[in-house]
Every structure is written in structure tokens, then in C-alpha cells.
Nanobody, 120 residues
Framework: QVQLVESGGGLVQAGDSLRLSCAAS????????LGWFRQAPGREREFVGV????????WYEDSLEGRFTISRDNAKSTAYLQMNNLKPEDTAVYYC?????????????WGQGTQVTVSS
């Protein structure tokens, strides 16, 4: 059983950068691909991106590639979501999720989420 805890959210201004962290415990971190998702009020959860087991491959939602970067440090059992040039429409609760498959529509483990609010 893998437990995931996100951190690093907060209130920022448009144009700012923010780095979210996803700390894992309870499993072998390198056995899991790590995905990031977000959900804005009144909207469905949407895929942000994913990093593979060793951090050698990433895949992003097309509209976010270039501003958002996912990485991981397996020695620290932590994944990161670097968000640059934030926009008000990036306001959402951000979740990390883990699965043994790199490309999947269903993830086995989810964190509780961290709120990101971008003011204009």
C-alpha cells in the first residue's frame, strides 16, 4: 500500500512559479509511475502529466507542456511538479497518483491534494 502526500500549494500571483511535491511511503517508489492531476471548482479532474519509474520519460497534457515540468527523486521517494508562468486558470486542487503502469487511465493510489490559487 502506497501513501502519497502532496505539499507546496498556496496562493500566488499570475506569472509566478510554484513547485509541488509528492512524498511517497509504504512501497518501493521506483516501482511506480507518478501522475499529476488537477481539479478546478465545478470541473472534472484533468490530467496534467506523468513521469515514468526512473524519471527518464514524461508525458504532459498538450496545453501545459512547456510551462509545467514533472520530475522525481527516487532516493527521496518524492516527485515534483514545477509550474511556471502560472495563470488564474491554473487554480485547482492538485493531486499526485501512483500506478505500476506508465500510461494508464486508472491509478491505484492517490494523495489528498494540495490547493493552488493563482490571483490575477
Amino acid at each position: 500500500q502506497v501513501q502519497l502526500v502532496e505539499s507546496g500549494g498556496g496562493l500566488v500571483q499570475a506569472g509566478d512559479s510554484l513547485r509541488l511535491s509528492c512524498a511517497a511511503s509504504g512501497g518501493t517508489f521506483s516501482n511506480y509511475a507518478l501522475g499529476w492531476f488537477r481539479q478546478a471548482p465545478g470541473r472534472e479532474r484533468e490530467f496534467v502529466g506523468v513521469v515514468n519509474w526512473h524519471g527518464t520519460s514524461t508525458w504532459y497534457e498538450d496545453s501545459l507542456e512547456g510551462r509545467f515540468t514533472i520530475s522525481r527523486d527516487n532516493a527521496k521517494s518524492t516527485a515534483y511538479l514545477q509550474m511556471n508562468n502560472l495563470k488564474p486558470e491554473d487554480t485547482a486542487v492538485y493531486y499526485c497518483a501512483a500506478d505500476v503502469q506508465y500510461i494508464t487511465y486508472e491509478y491505484d493510489y492517490w494523495g489528498q491534494g494540495t490547493q493552488v490559487t493563482v490571483s490575477s
